[in-house]
């Protein structure tokens, strides 16, 4: 390809220019101040602290020992508080920046909060709940969520080079911290804190270690590392990646299975046969139904369990043992009738009930289902406009990453695709990969390379 059609090198202080034929200089005023003062100083240092605070959100409990190193054990900062700082961050780009882009998720996004509200004045008028235990609930389940359709609307357009090198990043290190517990079978680093603020949770199970590395569990660990092998798989596109695509790829196969989260370690097979797809084929749509036919997946283990459990083939220490799932299909009996004999107004708008000890330390919400928990917590309602927010993320990411050749976009959609499947088994919260994508550049305008323009623009390698 002709060096002169060939996109700059974008940095995280470097904006991206919509005439790639030719591209100003890398250190030109332009830079500096451009149209709406997008790329002033003040946004630079946004910029810079959006990509200080991401990475531990996306981690998430690299922050919690940190504190446990400095303090000795406490962990006064929570992860609440760098949500709050993340949307401190955007509402600053939105002062600098002067107005908001319109998406067509973010009126989805707004009649779900709308619905919130409706939904908390339910919950503290007829139900009773404490005012600070709704916030605790929906900062649990759907502040992140937002927090990322606040970046499409805001968007800081840090390049996809800076957030796939600060991904690798994070991959060695926990990854080198995860291959160490599975070596030495201990957690190597504190798994609870002395003020109670932080717990490692299902770490071990039949005396075998589960590794968890930097994370709150096992399977928040194999959901970064389905995203680190989706990565992976979009870099082996160019054979020059190969030399760091296969040792991360082999990684975080390595450290999804050694986490022992069998509904993750299907997911990463999916992520990394949905990024193959998307990377590989040329053909558009291909991916459009992809999340219903890994929830198929998912469908064919839940049957497989539940006759598992049925032959009273339970407890085997092996990958195939089914006790976990009797135990959740129990749950999911109980919760089914309760929901046969509850008032219709409760099935619509939901109990206010969170799978959360702090927030219901009866343990009734504990479905790990994330279907019956948004039912639990805001009803039917509430989970038909989830469903809807999460669809039209989708579609979002998904065009993108048909349409660019990004490596970080291949590596979000791909492990978006797999939400539904681990929502059977997991209440995950969609908006921790998701964030990586609506802060990235891909998040208002589609800039760097498309697969059917005529002057291809290579995308940044490392």
């Not at 100083?41 to 922050?63: E, K, N, Q």
């Not at 369990?305 to 976990?324: E, H, V």
């Amino acid at each position: 390809m002709n060096s002169q059609n060939r996109m700059p090198p974008d940095g995280l202080f470097v904006p991206q220019q919509d005439d790639y034929r030719n591209p100003v200089h890398l250190f030109s005023p332009r830079h500096l101040v451009a149209e709406s003062g997008n790329y002033s100083v003040p946004f630079a240092l946004i910029r810079l602290a959006v990509l200080t605070i991401a990475p531990f959100i996306l981690v998430d409990a690299a922050m919690y020992q940190l504190q446990m190193i400095v303090t000795g054990g406490s962990t006064p900062v929570t992860a609440a508080f760098l949500k709050l700082a993340l949307m401190g961050v955007l509402s600053a780009a939105f002062v600098l920046r002067g107005r908001i882009s319109s998406h067509s998720v973010a009126k989805i996004a707004l009649a779900f909060v709308a619905y919130l509200v409706l939904a908390a004045l339910h919950q503290y008028f007829n139900l009773g709940i404490a005012f600070i235990d709704i916030l605790l609930g929906y900062n649990a389940y759907y502040l992140l969520p937002l927090i990322g359709v606040l970046a499409l609307s805001i968007p800081v357009k840090i390049s996809d080079r800076s957030l796939v090198g600060v991904s690798i990043v994070l991959s060695m290190i926990c990854g080198g911290l995860g291959v160490a517990q599975y070596v030495t079978d201990s957690p190597i680093v504190r798994t609870y804190s002395n003020d109670g603020n932080f717990k490692v949770l299902v770490w071990s199970n039949l005396g075998h270690l589960r590794v968890f590395s930097l994370f709150t569990e096992p399977a928040a660990c194999a959901v970064f590392f389905c995203f680190i092998a989706s990565l992976a798989v979009a870099m082996s596109r160019r054979k020059r990646n190969l030399i760091v695509a296969i040792p991360l790829l082999v990684l975080s196969l390595f450290i999804s299975w050694a986490s022992g989260a069998r509904t993750n370690i299907a997911a990463t097979i999916c992520g990394v046969t949905a990024s193959w797809i998307i990377t590989f084929s040329g053909r558009k749509d291909r991916t459009k139904w992809l999340p219903f036919l890994w929830l198929t997946v998912g469908a064919i283990m839940a049957l497989y369990a539940y006759l598992r459990t049925g032959s009273g083939g339970l407890s085997t220490g092996l990958m195939t043992d089914a006790s976990s799932f009797s135990e959740r299909f129990a749950i999911w009996s109980n919760i089914i009738e309760m929901f046969r004999s509850t008032s219709m107004l409760n099935l619509l708008v939901g109990y206010g009930l969170v799978q959360n000890g702090k927030i219901d330390p009866t343990g009734l919400g504990g479905s790990d289902n994330l279907y019956l928990a948004i039912i639990l917590h805001i009803g039917v309602v509430g989970l038909c406009l989830m469903m809807l927010l999460v669809w039209h993320l989708w579609q979002l990411v998904r065009k993108e990453a048909e349409t660019r050749t990004s490596y970080l976009t291949t590596a979000v959609a791909a492990t978006y695709s797999t939400l539904l499947l681990t929502g059977l088994f997991k209440i995950n919260s969609f908006g921790i990969i998701f964030l990586f994508f609506a802060i990235s550049k891909t998040s208002s305008t589609s800039y760097g390379e498309t697969r059917n323009h005529s002057q291809v623009i290579e995308p940044a390698t490392l």
